[in-house]
């Protein structure tokens, strides 16, 4: 089975603070994703990534960035966080360019920012 | 753009019961597929069932199925006989070549005992 692991199930940062969330998968895939859930909104995707040392922007990537110096590691950064990145954050990877290829989530990170 | 839309934002079903949970979608690809995820509370994301677009048989895996109407945009998820385990958060999905997907806002699924 596929394991994506997020480094924290909940988190509790201060505003300003640089916050780091770390996510690994353990199946060889090309990509990974960074999504962010709201009630309501759904799944939003952030940053995404094809391969190592490559990133793309997703639907709301402003004040985030990432990083994929290994394969199997993606991390996404908050480069100075706001209390409006409070939510719920899940990482995912998936082999291949096929459209048919399902999307392996992690348990999620609940980031709070005071 | 794709877009997709779950407008049933919270469902209810008797145990045992079948309940139809529906997504429609916007695209202008030919080639395409779409998910089915379930979300239990505070539990990893799993997959449910897909439907690739080219095929015009509905997909099924044992008590779920879907009714897939490409014409009309429409993917909506039948549960059969629901037992309590399937209370979830489910979201629909639309990928596309690239493997990007797009969700839809989700529908919040309770089981009655």
């Known amino acids: 089975d596929v394991k994506v692991t997020q480094s924290s199930r909940y988190l509790v940062k201060r505003t300003g603070e640089k916050v780091f969330l770390e996510c690994v998968q353990d199946?060889?895939?090309?990509?990974m994703f960074w999504y962010r859930q709201d009630p309501g909104l759904g799944l939003r995707l952030i940053y995404f990534?094809?391969?190592?040392?490559?990133?793309e922007k997703g639907d709301i990537p402003e004040g985030y960035s990432v990083s994929r110096e290994k394969k199997e590691r993606f991390s996404l950064i908050l480069e100075s966080a706001s209390t409006n990145q409070t939510s719920m954050y899940l990482c995912?990877?998936?082999?291949?360019?096929?459209?048919?290829?399902?999307?392996?989530f992690g348990d999620g990170t609940r980031l709070s920012i005071l | 753009a794709q877009t997709v839309t779950q407008s049933q934002p919270e469902m209810s079903v008797q145990e045992a019961e079948t309940v139809t949970l529906s997504c429609t979608y916007d695209?202008?690809?030919?080639?395409?597929?779409l998910f089915w995820y379930k979300q239990p509370p505070s539990r990893q994301m799993i997959l449910v069932i897909r439907?690739?677009?080219?095929?015009?048989q509905n997909a099924t895996e044992n008590r779920f199925s879907v009714n897939f109407q490409k014409a009309a945009k429409s993917f909506s998820l039948k549960i059969s006989d629901s037992q309590l385990g399937d209370a979830a958060m489910y979201f629909c999905?639309?990928?596309?070549?690239?493997?990007?997907?797009?969700f839809g806002t989700g529908t919040s699924l309770t089981v009655i005992p």
């Open positions: 990534s094809y391969d190592v040392k490559m990133k």
């Open positions: 999905a639309y990928s596309k070549r690239g493997n990007q997907f797009y």
């Open positions: 695209t202008s690809e030919s080639d395409y597929y």
């Open positions: 199946m060889d895939h090309e990509n």
């Open positions: 995912a990877s998936s082999e291949g360019q096929g459209a048919n290829q399902p999307q392996h």
């Open positions: 439907q690739e677009a080219y095929k015009q």
